[in-house]
């Protein structure tokens, strides 16, 4: 992009009864932040001074919603460039008329239904586009073992897996704490105490270890790789690297893929140990079962395929959580708005991916593991 092609986002600043605009009020520019100046120009309509001198370029699209919002009269204070003003005049000549409003229709449900659709058959486009090119580019590097990203690898390690090791002690020790407690009162009604081993045991390593990791991953870790491509999209970091003919994927994207399906089955490992550990003090305290009973029980009350799945979720878990994440850090426009929106997006689409994900191991591995 040249500098004569270079735009500025346009802005608005509000300051009670005095209004500055700056930036570029052009379509090209109000394209992508459009809602966002609409809210904020209907707030600020009643102002009665408006400041225009530091707009860069104003095209007859900026002047209409100019005009429109000041329901097509001049403020009542206007501080403008002579540029500006011929075009403001320009648009005044015309007349403010209004654009007819559209009538609603029996199909307008069917539009909705079919918008979700589509946007929901792109995101599945590009998510399969994103698997390819990493499916490539793995063939790729097979070949040339120089270019692997080592040390990508070795930091995003570091940040999704080590630093993530307090937070899920802290919750799995507590989670096991509860779910403890809670079966003891159970248990204890029926005089069925030793089968708290069975159902600290199964619950947590088959499934609530898993499942609980990837919800603490995908808000802390995956929410941190979107945001970190987004501001590469704003601030252009990501175009650079295509200038200078680095692989946006190979050096951004396939780090974090392969960092966090490391780091995920080790988490789960981690915090399941946590969580039954913190179920054993609770199960001594409440059923005055022995640390050792407990430790003894344990693998003939949860046989061996249950840690093996257990540390297959957190692998596939892990590189669903990644792989959402970079596809809605790579969708990101270059706005403030398309950032949040997009980081918000990515985790709440990470968790149910780990939920439906769970949901089709549980199905599929229903008869393995489970002692009858």
């Not at 932040?33 to 001074?49: E, F, P």
């Not at 206007?78 to 008329?97: F, K, N, P």
């Not at 200038?243 to 974090?256: A, F, N």
């Not at 969580?275 to 050792?292: C, E, K, P, T």
Request: proline share 5%; hydrophobic share 55%.
């Amino acid at each position: 992009m040249t500098d004569g092609d270079s735009i500025r986002l346009p802005q608005l600043l509000n300051d009670g009864g005095a209004v500055a605009l700056t930036g570029d009020w052009t379509l090209r520019s109000l394209q992508p932040v459009l809602k966002q100046m609409r809210r904020q120009l209907a707030d600020a309509s009643g102002a009665a001074h408006w400041d225009l001198t530091r707009i860069g370029r104003l095209d007859n699209f900026g002047a209409q919603l100019l005009w429109r919002y000041w329901r097509a009269e001049r403020p009542e204070r206007l501080d403008v460039s002579e540029a500006i003003d011929r075009t403001l005049s320009r648009v005044a000549a015309l007349g403010g008329v209004e654009p007819t409003p559209r009538r609603g229709s029996l199909l307008d449900p069917i539009a909705a239904i079919g918008a979700v659709g589509i946007g929901l058959a792109r995101h599945v486009i590009e998510f399969i586009a994103l698997l390819g090119q990493l499916a490539i580019d793995f063939g790729y590097l097979l070949f040339r073992p120089g270019l692997w990203p080592l040390r990508e690898i070795s930091a995003n390690l570091y940040k999704t897996g080590v630093r993530a090791m307090p937070v899920t002690a802290l919750v799995g020790f507590l989670i096991g704490v509860v779910l403890s407690y809670l079966s003891a009162l159970q248990l204890k009604a029926f005089g069925a105490d030793i089968f708290i081993v069975n159902i600290l045991g199964l619950g947590i390593i088959r499934e609530l270890g898993p499942v609980l990791v990837s919800v603490l991953v995908a808000g802390r870790s995956g929410s941190a790789m979107t945001a970190q491509l987004g501001v590469m999209r704003v601030t252009e970091e990501i175009d650079a690297l295509a200038t200078m003919g680095i692989s946006r994927y190979i050096r951004l994207v396939m780090p974090k893929v392969i960092a966090l399906c490391i780091a995920m089955p080790l988490l789960v490992l981690w915090a399941s140990a946590v969580a039954i550990l913190g179920g054993m003090v609770s199960a001594y305290l409440q059923l005055d079962i022995g640390f050792l009973f407990f430790l003894q029980a344990l693998p003939q009350a949860v046989p061996l395929p249950n840690l093996y799945i257990a540390i297959g979720k957190g692998v596939v878990f892990g590189m669903m959580i990644a792989l959402v994440a970079c596809h809605f850090g790579l969708r990101v426009k270059p706005n403030t708005e398309s950032l949040s929106a997009n980081t918000t997006a990515s985790v709440v689409s990470a968790i149910t991916m780990v939920i439906l994900v769970d949901a089709v191991f549980a199905i599929a591995t229903r008869g393995i593991g489970v002692p009858i």
